[in-house]
């Protein structure tokens, strides 16, 4: 039986006689009842000798940050149908690597992605979790994932999914995010050298799978009988996290200028949130909601525009709401990038709502 560790403040290694039992009966889960993903190896493949793809592993970390392996899925095969190799990637002008990822959001993992890339095809794939640390956007938690599961080196991979396996099987208290090093400690503990990649995937399952948010499905869980939070007999109190502040409220108008069969867009600046990507002309979104005298001062040409609703999108720091506009002009000569309005697929959600709700009131 493993005692609830309440705040444990320092690196410890709580399982010394259970560790190596934990270990076997969570493998043998995975063997048992382990995703079957697009861009994993299964542990019977890895047992006769394949080994995982770096380039498909990394590419699969990225877009699974802050998105679920559901989400992501259709999105792993579009971009790896444009993108098949990373030179392919690092080759490709990086518009068209912004557009292929549109609708996954953090656009900025897109630009690292492709510098990545140009880095990777230049030097080759590195050949442990420091090598990988040093590329562009590859942060502590995807070099430990590509260590892991494509290198099958000892790497302490702890997402949110493991976060919250550890928290419910030591019972920690503390809330989240002071839990993180506590958590992590846990997840060290518990790290070995035999099948490092299949361990790591093992733990992202449980979380995902059967250690839930809500509703954890104990029952089958292979962790049960030492769980501490399921001797508790409330799993899904943990992890404990601070309240939430009030999450802010932004406002923006949105243009829709049409001219013939096309639409008027524009390149966002690098810098800030959607940088580089294709988007309706808009304002800059603020606290306040546009004035009415402000809407055609704003606006992209002069003219008729005529109000078409308006649209909500939340982003991690931010509500958003977009005032959307849409006017006709079959002679405008602005500069900027006309597309056809049948071609809009690459544009951010966001905007894809706003001309969405511009074609819709036509």
């Known amino acids: 039986m493993i005692p609830a560790a309440a705040a ?18 969570l493998l043998d889960w995975y063997d048992r009842l382990g995703r ?28 699974l940050q802050q998105t679920t392996a559901a ?20 080759d490709a002008p990086r518009e068209a690597v912004l557009e292929t990822w549109a609708g996954l959001g953090y656009y900025s993992r897109a630009r690292n992605l492709h510098a990545a890339a140009q880095a990777l095809a230049r030097d080759g794939f590195p050949k442990d979790e420091a090598g990988w640390r040093a590329l562009p956007g590859v942060g502590a938690y995807t070099a430990a994932a590509v260590a892991a599961i494509a290198l099958d080196q000892p790497a302490n991979v702890v997402d ?6 550890m928290a419910r099987l030591f019972a920690v208290e503390t809330p989240l995010p002071d839990a993180k090093p506590i958590l992590r400690d846990h997840a060290a503990c518990l790290v070995g050298e035999d099948r490092p990649g299949d361990w790591a995937q093992a733990l992202m399952d449980l979380g995902a799978t059967v250690c839930t948010p809500k509703a954890p499905k104990c029952d089958l869980c292979p962790w049960r009988s030492v769980c501490a939070a399921h001797r508790s007999g409330a799993p899904q109190r943990f992890p404990f996290k601070r309240p939430k502040a009030e999450r802010p409220q932004r406002f923006g108008a949105a243009y829709w200028l049409e001219r013939g069969k ?34 055609q001062r704003l606006a992209p040409a002069p003219g008729a525009w005529r109000a078409c609703g308006s649209v909500r999108h939340v982003f991690t720091h931010f509500a958003l709401t977009l005032d ?27 905007f894809r709502k706003a001309a969405e709700r511009a074609m819709g009131a036509r």
């Open 8 to 25: 444990p403040d320092r690196a410890v290694d709580p399982l010394s006689e259970a560790r190596e039992s934990l270990r076997i009966s």
């Open 324 to 350: 959307v506009f849409a006017m006709r002009d079959d002679t405008c000569a602005l500069d900027g990038e006309w597309t056809r309005t049948s071609a809009l697929s690459g544009l951010p959600t966001v």
């Open 262 to 295: 096309s639409v008027l867009l524009v390149r966002r600046p690098d810098k800030g949130l959607l940088g580089g990507m294709l988007a309706l002309p808009s304002t800059d979104w603020r606290s306040d909601v546009i004035a009415d005298a402000d809407i």
């Open 71 to 90: 989400a992501v899925g259709p999105y792993f095969a579009k971009f790896l149908k444009r993108f098949p190799t990373v030179h392919a990637l690092a």
């Open 160 to 165: 949110g999914n493991v976060e919250r396996v």
């Open 36 to 63: 079957s993903l697009p861009w994993r190896v299964s542990p019977e493949a890895r047992a006769c000798g394949q080994v995982p793809d770096p380039y498909r592993v990394w590419l699969s970390e990225v877009m």
